[in-house]
């Protein structure tokens, strides 16, 4: 949680100094690469939450898929263990507030820019 509200932050504060005329271009450049590496950070965070949300939606259709009515009755009954705790829905969480996810990914860097037009559109 800590992570993407500071990310979100940190990517709106580097966009304001780019735009800022008085910061040398030096300065600007390292801007650049520091805004660039934080939001690396949030999305291979949020990549991964998705890989583990899809692969955990790929189990029981895979499960479902394949031919277990030939398997023996000791399987089976795994397998409808298995199909049972894939039902449930998961989700990798920051801090139980937000999903970890492409789409909060999507949501930072749109909350980034949106505090970044309101902090520009109050300083003209």
């Avoid at 949680?1 to 008085?22: E, G, K, Q, R």
């Avoid at 690469?33 to 029981?60: K, P, R």
Wanted: aromatic content about 10%; glycine content about 4%; some cysteine.
């Amino acid at each position: 949680l800590v992570i993407l509200l500071s990310s979100t932050m940190v990517i709106c504060l580097s966009a304001i100094s780019l735009t800022s005329d008085d910061i040398p271009l030096e300065a600007k450049a390292v801007s650049v690469i520091f805004t660039g590496a934080e939001m690396m950070n949030v999305f291979v965070n949020c990549y991964y939450g998705q890989v583990l949300l899809d692969a955990h939606d790929s189990v029981g259709d895979a499960i479902y898929g394949s031919n277990w009515t030939s398997y023996s009755t000791t399987v089976r009954q795994h397998i409808l263990i298995i199909l049972s705790r894939v039902q449930k829905p998961i989700s990798l969480s920051a801090g139980g507030f937000a999903a970890v996810n492409l789409d909060t990914f999507a949501q930072v860097v749109k909350s980034s820019f949106s505090y970044f037009s309101l902090l520009q559109a109050l300083k003209e």
